[in-house]
């Protein structure tokens, strides 16, 4: 099994449905992220947790919420999905020290 | 977080070494150099780090210049498996505000 999981791997939602995307991981690391990657650009942060009752917001939050249930899951939500949501979305951990992130395989994401 | 400079694309002869460079002028002096890969739609993949000191492992090695203001990821005998997008992050190593921004990166193109 993959150290992060994330799910579904593809999706295609309609404009103005909430969806929420799920990670899971193995890793035990306390430190979780979400991040958005559009074609051709470098990969933007989300949201992200340092642990399980910390949320902060990265650099695009707007129209996004997460829920940290658990030391091993880290929950994205689109309340209202829109068209300019469409990407592909990626979950990482990192341990304490922040040194070498494992990413997960994605989800490709197509609000229409 | 020191800014990056990258060519966004690079091509490299199968079995040659591929030297991908890196300008960090503004680099503070507790800033780590941090390099991923991300090899098409996957998940990125760190690679290697280093602060002041060339590092290898066996991946790639790392060689950053005295003064720090560049550096360069070497990985020496390319195949077509290295074809991916590399990303150089500078970055404060550790900490409670420890989190990656990704820019747009080298598309390194591994030729037969």
């Known amino acids: 099994d993959a150290d992060v999981t994330q799910t579904p791997r593809n999706r295609i939602t309609k404009t103005g449905k909430r969806i929420m995307l799920e990670c899971s991981q193995t890793?035990?690391?306390?430190?979780m992220y979400w991040y958005r990657q559009d074609p051709g650009l470098g990969l933007r942060l989300i949201y992200y947790?340092?642990?399980?009752?910390?949320?902060n917001k990265g650099e695009i939050s707007d129209g996004y919420s997460v829920s940290r249930q658990a030391q091993a899951k880290f929950s994205l939500s689109l309340e209202s999905a829109i068209p300019n949501q469409t990407a592909l979305y990626f979950c990482?951990?990192?341990?304490?020290?922040?040194?070498?992130?494992?990413f997960g395989s994605g989800t490709r994401l197509t609000v229409v | 977080d020191a800014k990056t400079t990258q060519p966004p694309s690079m091509d490299c002869a199968e079995g040659r070494a591929a030297n991908l460079p890196c300008n960090h002028s503004?680099?503070?002096?507790?800033?780590?150099v941090y390099w991923y890969r991300q090899i098409h739609s996957q998940g990125p993949q760190y690679i290697i780090h280093?602060?002041?000191n060339n590092e290898t492992n066996e991946m790639a090695s790392l060689i950053i210049t005295e003064d720090r203001k560049s550096s360069t990821l070497i990985l020496p005998h390319a195949t077509l498996r290295d074809t991916a997008v590399y990303y150089c992050?500078?970055?404060?190593?550790?900490?409670?505000?420890?989190?990656?921004?990704f820019g747009k990166g080298t598309l390194l193109t591994v030729n037969p």
């Open positions: 990482a951990t990192s341990d304490s020290t922040g040194v070498g992130y494992t």
């Open positions: 890793k035990g690391h306390d430190r």
């Open positions: 947790s340092f642990d399980v009752k910390d949320i």
């Open positions: 503004t680099i503070s002096g507790n800033e780590y």
């Open positions: 280093g602060l002041k």
């Open positions: 992050i500078v970055r404060v190593g550790g900490g409670s505000n420890y989190k990656l921004t």
